[in-house]
């Protein structure tokens, strides 16, 4: 089992539309959680940390359910901007600075 | 400002050569790491170290080797390539700590023939 499992899509939505996308991670005891966004052919880019009581940047919402094991994220008003592929990502144990990346899932917005 | 760099951003060669990968940056970070990426697999860490002179193994570090004699470069060594190690390879930094950002560069594409 991967340590960090996504739905790897692509979502492809309107323009305005409302998404979501999933993650579940296997390691009960990771203490740090992200989502970094990655463009065609680039580096990935931190887009938020998540937080254990969520929270919220914009048009977008990160949750996070540690009972589950399981982090999402929410993108409101979908712009053609944000056309790209979205990683979950987690930290291991404590101390642990490296961090272990899901395959991501794309997501298309539509005009 | 501040700015993390790889080279060659390209680079194709042959089995069983040696191959050496530059990544440098600017922020003063004392995390720094390599990660692979190919299709189906996301990123997956090949070797990181904390400081100079500290490097660690990662999830795939065979046929891999690195050194830290300084802050800034973290160059990661193919000892002898093949053609499984053909992948898009991304160095990243961070500052002392557990949640800090890690910061990438922007990725050497690498084919081995």
């Known amino acids: 089992r991967k340590e960090v499992e996504q739905d790897p899509g692509p979502f492809n939505v309107p323009e305005g539309a409302t998404v979501a996308f999933n993650c579940t991670y296997s390691?009960?005891?990771?203490?740090?959680f992200f989502w970094y966004r990655q463009d065609c052919r680039k580096e990935p880019k931190l887009l938020m940390s998540?937080?254990?009581s969520g929270n919220e940047d914009g048009r977008f919402t990160a949750q996070l359910n540690r009972a589950s094991q399981y982090i999402s994220l929410l993108i409101r008003d979908s712009k053609l901007s944000d056309s790209a592929t979205y990683l979950c990502?987690?930290?291991?144990?404590?101390?642990?600075?490296?961090?272990?990346f899901g395959s991501g899932t794309r997501l298309q917005v539509q005009p | 400002d501040a700015e993390i760099t790889q080279s060659p951003r390209h680079k194709i060669t042959e089995t069983g050569r040696q191959v050496t990968l530059a990544c440098h940056q600017t922020?003063?970070?004392?995390?720094m790491f390599w990660y692979r990426q190919d299709l189906g697999h996301g990123l997956r860490l090949i070797h990181y170290?904390?400081?100079?002179?500290?490097?660690n193994k990662g999830e795939v570090s065979d046929g891999y080797s690195v050194s830290r004699s300084n802050t800034e470069d973290l160059p990661l060594t193919l000892e002898s390539a093949a053609s499984s190690q053909t992948s898009v390879y991304f160095c990243?930094?961070?500052?002392?700590?557990?949640?800090?950002?890690?910061?990438f560069g922007p990725g050497t594409r690498l084919t081995v023939l």
């Open positions: 990243a930094s961070s500052a002392s700590g557990v949640d800090n950002e890690q910061f």
């Open positions: 390691n009960s005891a990771s203490q740090s």
């Open positions: 998540v937080y254990s």
């Open positions: 990502v987690v930290n291991g144990d404590t101390g642990r600075r490296a961090l272990t």
């Open positions: 922020w003063n970070h004392n995390n």
């Open positions: 170290s904390y400081g100079v002179h500290d490097t």
